[in-house]
């Protein structure tokens, strides 16, 4: 009988040869080998379908074959994340950067980063929002030296060259986005089965990520000079935010 430590090595060579072919697991017979490439091709389309899937401005912008031979490239130099397919893009944004046959297209890279925050927003966890009374019992004093935590779907993507609010407007049926815009930024969450997205301003997208680093309320805003009545407004009325800490 195998021990524990014995099954997890051959079960993770046989993982491994479903992406490897120079690899076969122990046990395999020359006869059966080949038989591997089956499975190791379906591996390969399993992930570039869920690829497609979760980047629909990027296949919309290049088109599907561009994009199916970019995540194949992709897929074939990038271990699998998780055994989950929801998890297997986190490294396309990046990979698509260096990628240099998409170097004419250097604004890619910040609109799957945007695609892929919309495709974890749809499929993060839900939690509980912070309700209206809790700021009241609170006060103003209180609420700005604390810092506050956001919904599991919440994220930000800010480029610092191209306009992806207009690019995605664009997606959605809007007019056609400049490229001499300049750089954009861009609120991503979830609301009810949908994940949406809304342009924020660079004041707004840098209070946003002090925020998101766990910096009080009170800095954020007076290191940003961002209009916190308005940001903050907006943060409660979509129901973003989970927990209001206050300093210990």
């Not at 074959?65 to 929801?86: E, G, I």
């Not at 815009?181 to 809304?198: H, K, N, T």
Request: proline share 4%; no cysteine; glycine share 8%.
């Amino acid at each position: 009988m195998l021990t524990n430590t014995e099954y997890g090595a051959r079960l993770l060579r046989f993982a491994g040869s479903l992406v490897d072919d120079t690899l076969a697991p122990l046990g395999v017979t020359l006869g059966t080998r080949e038989r591997l490439s089956i499975y190791r091709n379906n591996v390969r389309l399993n992930r570039i379908a869920a690829l497609t899937d979760a980047f629909a401005n990027v296949v919309q912008l290049v088109g599907l074959d561009y994009f199916q031979a970019l995540a194949r490239a992709y897929v074939d130099r990038t271990p699998a994340f998780s055994a989950n397919l929801h998890d297997d893009g986190i490294g396309l944004p990046a990979f698509i950067r260096g990628f240099g046959p998409a170097g004419d297209l250097p604004y890619l890279g910040d609109v799957a980063e945007a695609d892929w925050l919309l495709h974890r927003a749809y499929f993060a966890d839900d939690a509980a929002a912070v309700e209206s009374a809790a700021l009241v019992e609170l006060g103003p004093e209180r609420f700005a030296a604390s810092s506050i935590r956001f919904m599991p779907s919440v994220g930000l993507v800010r480029s610092r060259r191209w306009p992806i609010a207009d690019i995605l407007h664009m997606h959605a049926g809007g007019a056609s986005a400049s490229l001499d815009a300049g750089p954009q930024s861009v609120l991503i969450w979830r609301e009810g089965y949908q994940a949406r997205w809304q342009a924020v301003t660079d004041m707004e997208a840098t209070a946003l990520a002090m925020l998101v680093a766990g910096r009080t309320i009170q800095e954020a805003f007076a290191r940003t000079g961002a209009d916190a009545g308005s940001l903050l407004t907006q943060l409660f009325a979509h129901r973003l935010v989970v927990a209001i800490e206050e300093a210990l």
